[in-house]
């Protein structure tokens, strides 16, 4: 009996010491990053013989487990992404850095100046408003580059973080599975705790799956499908790379097994933290700039074309008064061919440059296609515009037929330089706020008067006089009007015939004369309506009711100072529709709006992003803070609970040693009784 109770005393010892082991490491390993509860269970001898074999255990939901990962996931995406979206937010809604206030301002200066042409202060303060307004553009851009290159320097930072909790995972994997799937010999429980918790700390960088083998790994799969850890420790790593752009990083997979094999990954598809930065760079800081460099090109070509059309404070005819820069393609590292591409925007044709990049593909080493691609960098379908046969060097300029997004696009280095295949990226925007430049800093430059002036004869006996004389061009092939004041075979006069006939004649040697018939009494546009004068380069039209013989005359204006017709011309370009609105429209379709519209736009986007950034990141805490309780209230420890189970494996053990006690007195009188 004695013998039965020494055993059943010593398991019962055993047990509890193992218990109450159990119970110190639980109490001692509760502020540990990962660590789950532990529990250990015994299950009785045969024949009543004591406690038999014990086994200690995580206490772990796989369930709740899974699905805090995927919250944690959740959680670090919208965190990441309000983060950055706030910057931009706080960025544009500053009124220091509001472009909408700037233009504003410069239109409010150009119309005090407008009132009073002659006035060279008004000119200066115009001068001094466009400084202003593109030191915004400038300063918005800037700084949306800076975070931008930010992102990249976080990209590799991630990745790296990233790559070093793959590799912990699959060395994990490796380390339990040499521990085999015995239970006499489990592996080490905080083997498992920390392959859990690199698993954590991965899910919080990207989107995760993970799959229980039937091994004991865990492999682990992107929530695209792309594996990261396979069985018997292979896995693949992240990489960086900018492909065709080296400062626009962007994420691959590389094979661990062969550093050759590349394996693209969708940004819009990762989460976590990595995820949340590219999918914030692709659908708001990108398009930001886009949209940024789009309304400061649109906005200064529109007012270096109305200028080139008026005459300035000198006399001149006008000029530019900003200097757009130029751009150039970047080449794929697939190419074949050496060629080179540089683009410009076309002047006059800054309205119809979109808010995207475009993609010049060559089809053949004389042949290539144009394109617009949308925020992910596909090509989007109906924009392209072909060209075939081409001699290089060439340009491809944009005009009233041939829409290449606004640009003038030179391609050189000739014919053999390019090849089948060769693609480039041209991205005029991205940086086209920054470098964009007053082209003078002379207030006389400004082109507030008209350079032709219409004007009748005192003794005409009707009423009849020159209305709408407008200039569409100058310079141009047939165009009267060149740099710097030439009125080309001026002026010209105009003669009512009668019967609605007008003779038209200019003052060369000879002169040019031509007779214009109208159907009824609406002379509307005279020289359009001519054949020699239909390039002119402006035109004209007659109000009021003419006599035979009446004459008119349309000269260049020299010393109209006081004119301001071409100043009402550029106040006008602040509500004037200006800005494209797509880079793929339709005949019929809205295709501009005023510079700012655009800007609303913008600022309306990326407010709305942010606002539902807010509301996704809070969204996405309350659901981890509940799983996380979910998870902790079964693998989390508690202090009490633990405390309390000290106790009463404290009283276990004693209880235990009461039982070695009795035995061992049992057994000393069994000894004397036999003495």
């Known amino acids: 009996m004695s013998d039965n109770l020494l055993r059943i005393g010593t398991s019962a010892i055993l047990a ?8 110190s490491n639980n109490i001692a390993n509760l502020n540990t990053p990962g660590y789950s509860r532990q529990r250990t269970e015994f299950e009785s001898n ?6 038999g074999r014990g086994t200690t255990e995580r206490l772990v939901n796989d369930f709740a487990l899974k699905q805090m990962w995927r919250d944690t996931s959740s959680v670090s995406y919208a965190n990441q992404f309000l983060s950055e979206a706030s910057r931009v937010d706080t960025l544009m809604s500053d009124q220091s850095n509001s472009i909408s206030t700037g233009m504003s301002s410069f239109f409010s200066q150009l119309q005090t100046a407008i009132n009073d042409p002659t006035n060279s202060s008004s000119r200066q303060l115009v001068m001094g408003g466009a400084q202003t307004l593109l030191n ?3 300063t918005l851009s800037t700084q949306m580059t800076a975070q931008n290159k930010y992102l990249s320097q976080q990209l590799e930072t991630d990745a790296a973080d990233a790559n070093e909790q793959i590799g912990v995972i699959a060395r994990l994997n490796q380390e339990i599975l040499a521990y085999g799937t015995n239970p006499a010999k489990p592996p080490p429980l905080d083997l498992l705790d920390k392959r859990d918790q690199a698993i954590k700390e991965l899910s919080a960088l990207v989107d995760i799956n993970v799959l229980d083998a039937e091994n004991g790994d865990k492999q682990v799969f992107l929530g695209s499908g792309q594996s990261l850890v396979l069985e018997n420790g292979k ?36 989460g976590g933290k990595i995820g949340a930065s590219l999918e914030f760079r692709t659908k708001v800081l990108d398009p930001a700039q886009r949209e940024l460099g789009q309304l400061a090109l649109a906005f200064t070509d529109a007012m270096n074309t109305q200028n080139r059309l008026g005459m300035n404070a ?17 080449p794929f590292t697939s190419n074949t061919g050496t ?26 080493a004389d042949a290539f296609t144009v394109e617009a691609l949308d925020a992910s960098g596909n090509v989007i379908p109906g924009t392209a515009i072909s060209r075939t046969g081409v001699t290089f060097p060439a340009t491809v300029t944009s005009d009233d037929t041939n829409d290449f997004f606004g640009l003038s696009i030179t ?10 295949g060769d693609k480039f990226d041209l991205k005029p925007l991205g940086i086209a706020a920054q470098n964009i430049s007053l082209a003078t800093n002379r207030p006389e430059a400004i082109a507030l008067a008209s350079p032709l002036k219409g004007e009748k004869t005192l003794t005409n006996l009707g009423n009849a006089e020159i209305d709408k004389l407008t200039i569409s061009s100058v310079g141009q092939a047939g165009n009267r009007l060149s740099q710097p004041a030439n009125f080309t075979d001026g002026p010209i006069s105009i003669t009512y015939l009668g019967n609605n006939q007008f003779q038209i004649e200019d003052s060369g040697a000879p002169a040019i004369s031509e007779t214009v018939t109208f159907a009824g009494t609406d002379y509307q546009n005279l020289l359009g309506a001519s054949v020699n004068f239909t390039n002119a380069g402006f035109d004209f039209s007659v109000k009021g009711v003419p006599q035979v013989g009446d004459t008119f005359s349309i000269s260049y204006n020299t010393g109209g100072f006081e004119d301001n017709r071409n100043g009402l011309l550029l106040g006008n370009l602040q509500n004037a529709d200006m800005v494209r609105i797509n880079a793929a429209t339709t005949i019929n379709a809205d295709k501009y709006q005023t510079f700012n519209q655009a800007y609303s736009e913008l600022i309306g986007t990326v407010g709305t992003q942010t606002s539902q950034a807010r509301v996704a990141a809070a969204s996405s805490k309350s659901l981890l803070e509940q799983t996380t309780a979910w998870h902790e209230s079964l693998s989390g420890v508690s202090l009490d609970e633990e405390a309390a189970d000290l106790v009463r494996f404290q009283q276990t053990y004693a209880a235990a040693a009461k039982i070695l006690s009795t035995s061992q007195t049992i057994f000393d009188t069994l000894l004397q009784a036999a003495r």
Request: glycine fraction near 10%; charge should be neutral.
């Open 136 to 138: 915004k553009f400038n």
């Open 339 to 364: 060629g080179a591409i540089t683009a410009s925007v076309a002047p006059g044709q800054g309205k119809n440059v979109p808010a995207n990049d475009v993609r010049i593909t060559f089809t053949a």
């Open 46 to 51: 045969i024949l009543g013989l004591g406690v």
């Open 314 to 330: 000198d006399g001149n005819l006008g000029g530019d008064l900003f200097t757009l820069p130029n751009f150039t393609a970047l």
């Open 235 to 270: 896995f693949n790593l992240f990489t960086v790379a900018g492909e065709p752009d080296p400062n626009r990083k962007t994420l691959q997979l590389k094979a661990g097994v062969n550093q050759n094999v590349v394996i693209n990954v969708a940004e819009t598809d990762l």
């Open 411 to 420: 391609l050189t280095n000739g014919a053999p330089a390019f090849a089948a």
């Open 16 to 23: 509890s010491t193992a218990l109450l082991s159990t119970t």
